[in-house]
């Protein structure tokens, strides 16, 4: 791991890294859509996607299976739900994000959000063994799917490179479906392990597996998805969920740094925007009990969520109309 020294100087006690030796074997999950063949301490040269249902032999082979891949993607229950609630959720909700909102409703919405979900995503456990490289997530912030493997990072104190995908997206869904062979969501990386795959309760399984000391997810965390994971998406009025018409076409030279935990009601509001601008970003994960609290402190003063490090101008801050305000008017294009 890099020493403090070499940190850039806006982020002196930043988790950046430099190089990072990888291991020489792969490995594959039941969930299995992607294994990274990788050599020594060099990143992959070449990504071998197998899917769950076939190798693709060829190019030809290739076209025809991500085909097949999509249709029974979209032809899923959950697909078609969505595809129906995403439009709903737009129409009702609060209309422009970049517009002056009803801070009281959106506190509100919010904090009710969080309740919903009150015993997961706000405490670190303690028991992680840390990556020498960042997690990559690839999510929109309104799936409930997504939710449940950022709740799990939370309590695991992991951070992770965060790939936005709301729907409209200009960039990052087209990465995934060329990386993993489909658009489904979420979709992790694990540079660390030679890992990628879909499905959350898988994510989470193996993330408890591989950072947890092996221990199972916290109870109730995979099963109450279905039953509350959905309050915050509704409650929320499909805020995250949809690209911002106006959003920046080219993303920043640098990503974007966000102190948050997944279960506070004001980052919940600033990573909404972050998706509907469609800002990769790094998430440092400060719950409860979080190693990373310190770091807070020693650049904002305090342990106050959220907080915001753009390394592209200088710019950090914590109040989370003011991170609001400065996002929509820093990466929009008009």
């Known amino acids: 791991m890099a020493s403090c020294a070499s940190f850039p100087s806006y982020f002196p006690l930043s988790f950046h890294l430099q190089s990072t030796e990888f291991p020489n074997s792969s490995r594959s999950f039941q969930s299995g859509t992607l294994v990274f063949s990788t050599r020594g301490n060099q990143a992959p040269s070449r990504i071998r996607s197998r899917t769950y249902f076939a190798r693709m032999e060829s190019d030809a082979s290739q076209s025809s299976q991500t085909v097949q891949e999509d249709v029974r993607n979209v032809a899923s229950p959950s697909s078609s739900f969505l595809s129906v609630l995403c439009p709903l959720l737009k129409f009702f909700g609060g209309g422009d994000p970049s517009q002056e909102r009803n801070e009281v409703f959106e506190v509100a919405t919010s904090s009710i959000s969080s309740f919903a979900r009150l015993p997961w ?3 670190s456990l303690g028991i992680s063994s840390y990556p020498s490289s960042y997690l990559q997530l690839y999510e929109f912030e309104a799936c409930p799917f997504c939710r449940r493997v950022r709740e799990a990072m939370t309590e695991l104190d992991l951070s992770a490179e965060v790939f936005p995908c709301p729907k409209g997206s200009l960039r990052h869904r087209t990465m995934v479906r060329e990386i993993g062979g489909k658009e489904q969501f979420p979709f992790m990386i694990d540079l660390n392990t030679g890992v990628s795959m879909y ?8 993330l408890f597996q591989q950072y947890g ?4 997810p916290s109870f109730g965390l995979l099963e109450s998805t279905l039953f509350t994971g959905w309050v915050p998406t509704l409650l929320r009025a499909g805020r995250g969920m949809t690209i911002w018409d106006q959003a920046g076409k080219n993303p920043p030279e640098q ?11 004001y980052a919940r509001i600033v990573r909404e925007a972050l ?9 440092h994960n400060v719950g409860q009990g979080s190693s990373k609290s310190e770091l807070l402190v020693k650049l904002s003063g305090s342990e106050e969520i959220p907080y915001l490090v753009d390394p592209n101008t200088g710019v950090q801050m914590g109040d989370y109309k003011k991170i609001l305000s400065y996002l929509f008017r820093e990466y929009s294009d008009k």
Do not use: T
Request: charged share 30%; with cysteine; glycine share 8%.
């Open 121 to 123: 995503g706000s405490k």
């Open 199 to 206: 499905e959350s309760g898988d994510i989470v399984k193996y």
């Open 213 to 216: 000391q092996g221990r199972q």
């Open 255 to 265: 990503k974007l740094e966000l102190f948050s935990y997944e279960n506070n009601p």
């Open 275 to 283: 998706c509907e601008l469609e800002l990769p970003y790094i998430l």
